[in-house]
């Protein structure tokens, strides 16, 4: 019982801090005070709310769209779009329980799901040769790929996988989010994502690879 | 030699790097978009209306359902793929509700009355039972009407408006009468497999698989000629033309490439010149024969239990299309079954070996990847490996330390081999 004791303690103390971090968490994903006023005055169809929503968000919302539609600007201008006429739809009904960015972010994957779904898109195939570059007998080795060169590989190799694995991977390694902040945007669990995050990353490797069994 | 950088996460962060920004031009269009929506009115909300609208066709449904009287059970209809549109013509308490369209899933016997109406859609199939256990099989794009049912004498009636069924009829006794009409001809039996296909409004094309059927060609200028159609034989029906039966094609059940023994293919491709290939036919005595164009290969006669074999030599290597037909004893011949055979007595080309691109590798496995010819199977020290179609084939293998040989072979579809030595050498 004695050597029970201290364990049950330990066991309720973490508990305790547990919930106070995620409450104290929770708190501070919560729309500030700013955002909800821009909220209730895009709700209320002032026309300066819009400018000011467009000002702030747009950029990052676009390069978010950016880099899931393979870098096709009329695609990503097209969904960015979308996003900012559904959050103006829907402005009314922003309770401010995430934070502003978060709550665009949603609405924009949904947007690119809905783009890839409902228009019957699939990702353009992809031969092995645009891979890996043919090699000559007069060359004799691959050389470092540039970077402009690598990002257009991954660019590509990203609309390869479901698209709620490059909504991860984007949000995560180019947007820089927690995985936190993450869940918000994907409406799945913490865990589920850092999961999604492992699978995505192993198929962007097979990908870049070429062949599923590498 | 280099090795690509493989940090997943930091190939990621390249993109993270680029200077994406929206058009100015974007952001002042955007802008206005957005002032311009907030001047229109609030859209009304659709989907509520369809809602609402759902709704109230699904009680009407249910209440024209619960009033529907229940008609004798004529025959039921089970949808084995895809979804069957059966058009039903039932009395009803509401005259507005005559008649209705029901789509019936891959599921429980959906049961059918007269005058009811099948249709499978493309990629469907479905089979009619009836009550006297006959059973009418129905591919996709079939349309039948369920015409005319006479319980005390037993007879049944479908008319078919287009597509392919396959009627399996067992003997009727006494005045039982089983009858498929199309546009064209009524195909009737009294027991018996065959299959009826639309080919077109005026046209019909049946075959009979076990027994005899009567196909009768509905046209008055030719005063409604009719011929019987024995068992392994198969007619089209056109109208304006005259009846004329023939043997059904023969199966060719296998082939036999110097002794041994391969599976029919519509194209076979072989490194040998002899070919024996055996068949079947259910159309009786008569003759075997293998062409090609209009040329006659061998003519053999079908054996008692109607199996045949016919002989081909190629005589120089290339693509010969070989056609093989039946012969009934007056000359009529059956349709052709045909294949390709390609004697190619050529090996792939060289193998191409695009990666590593340095026999010096570094690290302990290596990826080896290349191209050979479209079709052709590889393996590496006599391990298979994955080729696409294209030929472009890639593996992952495993180097001890220091050299390692290494021997690929590509080997085509005629069993032509070429192989590639050389040694890797593990850093």
């Known amino acids: 019982m004695i050597a029970v004791f201290p364990t049950r303690v330990f066991r309720f103390w973490r508990g305790i801090l547990a919930f106070a971090s995620d409450i104290l968490y929770r708190e501070s994903q919560r729309a500030t005070p700013a955002e909800q006023d821009l909220m209730r005055r895009l709700a209320q169809r002032d026309p300066d709310a819009a400018a000011e929503l467009v000002r702030q968000y747009a950029e990052m919302v676009y390069r978010f769209v950016y880099h899931q539609v393979g870098g096709i600007v009329e695609d990503a201008e097209d969904l960015t779009q979308e996003t900012f006429l559904a959050a103006l739809q829907s402005a009314h009904r922003f309770r401010g329980d995430s934070r502003l960015r978060t709550w665009l972010f949603r609405i924009a994957a949904h947007k690119i799901a809905d783009h890839w779904r409902s228009r019957r898109r699939r990702p353009p195939e992809l031969p092995l040769e645009d891979w890996h570059p043919t090699v000559g007998e007069d060359t004799p080795s691959l050389p470092f790929l540039e970077e402009t060169e690598l990002r257009d590989r991954v660019r590509a190799a990203l609309l390869t996988l479901p698209p709620h694995y490059r909504t991860a991977l984007v949000l995560r390694y180019v947007e820089d989010m927690p995985v936190a902040e993450m869940a918000r945007v994907m409406h799945r669990s913490p865990k589920s994502v850092e999961s999604i995050l492992i699978r995505a990353k192993q198929m962007l490797r097979q990908t870049l690879r070429g062949t599923d069994d590498l | ?427």
């Open chain 2, 1 to 427: 030699m280099t090795c690509e950088p493989t940090d997943i996460e930091e190939m990621l962060r390249t993109l993270a790097r680029e200077d994406v920004r929206p058009r100015p031009a974007f952001i002042v269009q955007l802008t206005e978009r957005l002032i311009a929506a907030m001047a229109e009115r609030p859209r009304l909300l659709g989907w509520h209306l369809a809602l609402a609208g759902a709704v109230t066709l699904l009680l009407l449904a249910v209440i024209g359902w619960v009033l529907t009287p229940r008609v004798p059970q004529w025959a039921t209809l089970i949808v084995e793929n895809g979804v069957a549109q059966v058009s039903w013509q039932r009395p009803l308490y509401f005259r507005w509700s005559r008649s209705g369209v029901t789509s019936v899933p891959v599921g429980p016997p959906f049961p059918l009355a007269q005058g009811d109406r099948v249709a499978l859609p493309e990629e469907s199939a479905g089979v009619v039972v009836f009550q006297d256990g006959s059973r009418l099989r129905l591919s996709g794009e079939t349309v039948i009407v369920l015409e005319e049912v006479d319980m005390p004498g037993l007879a049944i009636r479908v008319r078919a408006e287009a597509g392919e069924i396959t009627a399996d009829v067992p003997p009727l006794p006494g005045r039982l009468a089983f009858e498929v009409k199309t546009p064209a001809a009524t195909v009737g039996v009294r027991g018996t497999v065959f299959r009826a296909r639309i080919v077109a409004a005026d046209h019909l094309y049946s075959a009979t698989d076990e027994g005899a059927t009567r196909v009768t060609l509905l046209d008055p200028a030719q005063g409604y000629p009719s011929v019987e159609v024995p068992t392994g034989y198969e007619v089209d029906a056109v109208i304006g033309q005259p009846l004329k039966v023939r043997p059904q094609s023969p199966l060719v059940d296998h082939l036999a490439l110097n002794g041994t023994t391969v599976e029919a293919e519509s194209v076979l491709a072989s490194n040998r010149p002899a070919l024996t290939i055996f068949g079947k036919t259910n159309a009786g005595p008569g003759y075997a024969v293998l062409l090609s164009g209009d040329t006659l290969l061998d003519r053999v006669p079908i054996a008692p239990e109607e199996e045949f074999r016919l002989r081909f030599h190629a005589p120089a290597e290339g693509e010969y299309t070989l056609c093989i037909a039946v012969e009934a004893p007056d000359g009529t011949r059956s349709p052709c079954t045909s294949f390709l055979y390609r004697y190619d007595t050529t090996p792939p080309p060289v193998i191409r070996l695009l990666e590593p691109t340095a026999p010096e590798v570094c690290g302990e496995t290596v990826t080896l990847r290349g191209e050979t010819e479209p079709g052709a199977t590889v393996r590496l020290n006599g391990e298979p490996i994955p080729v696409d179609p294209t030929g472009a084939f890639a593996t992952r293998w495993t180097l001890q330390p220091g050299e390692n040989p290494m021997i690929l072979e590509a080997c085509d579809r005629a069993g032509n081999c070429t192989r590639l030595e050389f040694v890797l050498t593990r850093q």
